[in-house]
Nanobody, 124 residues
Framework: EVQLQASGGGLVQAGGSLRPSCLAS????????IGWFRQAPGKEREGVSC????????TYANSVKGRFTISRDDAKNTVYLQMSSLRPEDTAVYYC?????????????????WGQGTQVTVSS
């Protein structure tokens, strides 16, 4: 069974940092791209960042470029999202998701398996 477990969210003041992680199981982790998405109250879910399988190519939403860094540790089946210089508008539930086999990072339909979210709240 494919499982993705996001954790590491929390409450932080503006300008602070958090590092959520996504622990995966039930599949060959290093064969798949993994993405982070977020959904704020009353808003649609949006892509935040993604890291490919081979080569670890990364992509970022314009709103987080220069502030967030995605990485993966294939030995631990884990993807991390280092979030720095956090802003109140970063407040959302953050989800990790697995792209389809052979797929690289792309739009949301590429991602077929989702974990539960972790709440990130940034106070002003």
């Amino acid at each position: 069974e494919v499982q993705l477990q996001a954790s590491g969210g929390g409450l932080v003041q503006a300008g602070g940092s958090l590092r959520p992680s996504c622990l995966a199981s039930g599949f060959t982790f290093d064969d798949y791209a993994i993405g982070w998405f977020r959904q704020a109250p009353g808003k649609e879910r949006e892509g935040v960042s993604c890291i490919s399988s081979i080569g670890g190519i990364t992509t970022y939403a314009n709103s987080v470029k220069g502030r967030f860094t995605i990485s993966r540790d294939d030995a631990k089946n884990t993807v991390y999202l280092q979030m720095s210089s956090l802003r109140p508008e970063d407040t959302a539930v953050y989800y990790c998701a697995r792209a389809g086999y052979g797929s690289t990072c792309g739009s949301e339909p590429v991602f077929g398996s989702w974990g539960q979210g972790t709440q990130v709240t940034v106070s002003s």
